[in-house]
Structure formats: C-alpha cells, structure tokens
C-alpha cells in the first residue's frame, strides 16, 4: 500500500558544458510540501536536457515507492515539460530514449502532470541549488 495518495516531484538538472560534467537533483514532497525525499547526484558527461530528462526519470523511480495516485511534477525546463505535455516532438536521437522511459514509468501512476515553473521558483531553486553542489563536489 502507498503511503501517499499525492506528492509533488521537482526536479533539475545540470550541464557545465552542453555536453559536460552534470548532475540531477530532485525532490519528492507530501500535499503540504513536507520533504519526503530529496537528492542530487553527479551523472559524468551529458547535455542539459538529457540531464533534466535523468533528473526525472530518477524522481519517478523513487516517488513509486511513496505514491501510486497522482504525481504533480514541477520543472523548469519548458522542453522537458512540452515534451511530456505533447505540444513539442521528441525529436533528438539522444532524448528518445529517456522520453520512453519517462512514459513507461509514468504508468505506474494513476495520474502524473507536468508543469513548467520558472527558474526562480523557491522549489526549483532548492533543487538547483543542490544540483549545483554536487557538481561543485564532483570538481567538475
């Protein structure tokens, strides 16, 4: 049984370089945006949007294990988000993949809605913030 009928999800990813040394970051919250779980991790070389794309495809794996209902995911990358909201094509070779694991592990959820926030949102900035510190440990 989950413990959760809803969480927020933010996430955010990093490339110094595009491509270059990145990180993601994520966190997944309760209806009163009490912290469940949140990290940040250095992934090695990728583009930016392949690390939004991991930065999700991570919070996803986690936030199934807290709630089966409904995820409400909060980002500040408008692709990743058109993307998965259908109003842009996937059309780079490299984010197919990612996209088709984003939607099989969307089905493990009843309902999962993307949002695009702006960058100096106090979620994503949080989440920023803590991406930024991990490539700042990796001495990228």
Not at 16 to 35: E, F, K, L, Q
Not at 41 to 48: C, M, V
Not at 62 to 83: F, P, T
Request: charge should be positive; glycine fraction near 6%.
């Amino acid at each position: 049984m989950s413990k959760f009928q809803k969480v927020f999800v933010v996430t955010d990813g990093a490339s110094r370089g595009n491509p270059g040394a990145s990180a993601i970051g994520y966190g997944i919250y309760d209806t009163d945006w009490v912290v469940v779980e949140e990290k940040a991790e250095y992934i090695g070389k990728a583009t930016n949007n392949e690390a939004e794309y991991r930065a999700l495809v991570a919070a996803l794996e986690r936030a199934a294990h807290y709630c089966k209902d409904e995820v409400v995911h909060y980002s500040d990358s408008e692709l990743l988000v058109k993307q998965l909201n259908g109003q842009y094509r996937v059309k780079a070779v490299n984010l197919k993949p990612l996209f088709e694991k984003v939607s099989k592990l969307r089905t493990k959820f009843a309902s999962v809605k993307h949002q695009h926030v702006r960058r100096t949102d106090k979620r994503v900035a949080r989440i920023d913030g803590l991406v930024n510190d991990a490539l700042d440990g990796a001495r990228c």
